[in-house]
């Protein structure tokens, strides 16, 4: 890996194999009696985070805690950015004092990259705007790999708010470089600008009908509708939106019983995805969450300790 992790491009197919060998590792970690490892030790990880969070903000939290690392939690509304301090400030304050990690979430696409050209911590892109997020990608595909087995040549379909995902965006660069058919399914209205000229890539592919889809799929991911982010209408009322996008008791049943479900969270359950189908035994949604905690420990590692601990 490179010093940062501001993308998947930053991640090659051999990179991420490195990953999972070690996330393997300490996912063994969560069922010790002593969650301890010596690591990270003198190590300080500081999460800065501008937008909410609980998943990403937490695992993080945790993996730096579990490889002994000082852990420092910020949040937007709790820094002096709330009182109109700068990104650049606010971040060379930061590592003034000698922190070896940035862990960020901000919601303004590149912000991550920026800071990475500002300080000398190593930064760790935790989503921003609607740009990546890569941990998210890798922990996804992590969580499929253990699941499934190998990804190359496996379906994956991909389905929901696509523009306002970063999600999507880590993915599927991180899927096609493991050799993985992605398939993005959602209305036009919640297809990116500038998404169509990616079904061009090999093994990547758009639609609009997911009944259509879902037969073929080996792994299908449900994105949340993120309302927030929304001003307009994207679609006439929710109710159209599951009967057309959303993974209902009915789509559920055409689903073979080895077919995970993924959702990186939080879940709109009746919207894009019904509750049967979040609690189906096939669903891997609370795997991806123990999934974080150890591909996360990984990435701190070999940020941070890498060879020189190896």
């Known amino acids: 890996m490179r010093k940062h992790l501001l993308s998947i491009d930053d991640v090659s197919a051999d990179d991420a194999a490195t990953l999972f060998a070690t996330a393997a590792e300490m996912h063994d970690v969560q069922h010790r009696e002593v969650k301890k490892l010596p690591a990270l030790r003198g190590r300080t990880v500081i999460n800065l985070f501008f937008e ?45 004092m000698g922190v070896d990690a940035l862990v960020m979430r901000h919601a303004a696409s590149g912000a991550a990259h920026q800071v990475s050209q500002w300080v000398d911590a190593a930064v760790v892109n935790a989503g921003d705007g609607t740009h990546e997020h890569p941990s998210q990608a890798l922990l996804d595909a992590y969580t499929l790999q253990r699941r499934i ?14 523009t306002h995902s970063r999600v999507f965006r880590s993915n599927v660069k991180l899927l096609l470089k493991l050799g993985a058919r992605v398939t993005a399914v959602a209305p036009p209205t919640l ?44 679609f006439p009322t929710p109710r159209e939106y599951t009967v057309g996008y959303g993974l209902t008791r009915d789509r559920l049943g055409v689903l073979g019983p080895d077919v995970p479900i993924c959702h990186p969270g939080p879940m ?6 019904a509750a049967d189908a979040a609690d189906a035994a096939q669903s891997v949604v609370l795997d991806q969450v123990s999934a974080g905690v150890a591909v996360r420990m990984a990435i701190l590692y070999h940020l941070l300790a890498g060879e020189e601990n190896a």
């Open 52 to 96: 909410d969070s609980t998943r990403t903000r937490s695992s993080f939290e945790i993996a730096g805690k579990w490889l002994s690392a000082d852990t420092i939690n910020i949040t937007g509304k709790g820094s002096s950015a709330s009182k109109g301090e700068s990104l650049r400030d606010t971040v060379l304050t930061i590592c003034a």
């Open 149 to 162: 087995g190998p990804l190359e040549g496996r379906h994956v379909a991909i389905v929901g708010d696509l």
């Open 191 to 234: 297809m990116p600008s500038g998404v169509t000229p990616w079904s061009q890539a090999d093994g990547f592919a758009l639609s609009w009908d997911l009944d259509e889809v879902l037969p073929t799929a080996d792994a299908v991911m449900m994105l949340r509708v993120q309302k927030e982010r929304m001003s307009g209408g994207f």
């Open 268 to 273: 709109n359950r009746g919207l894009e995805i």
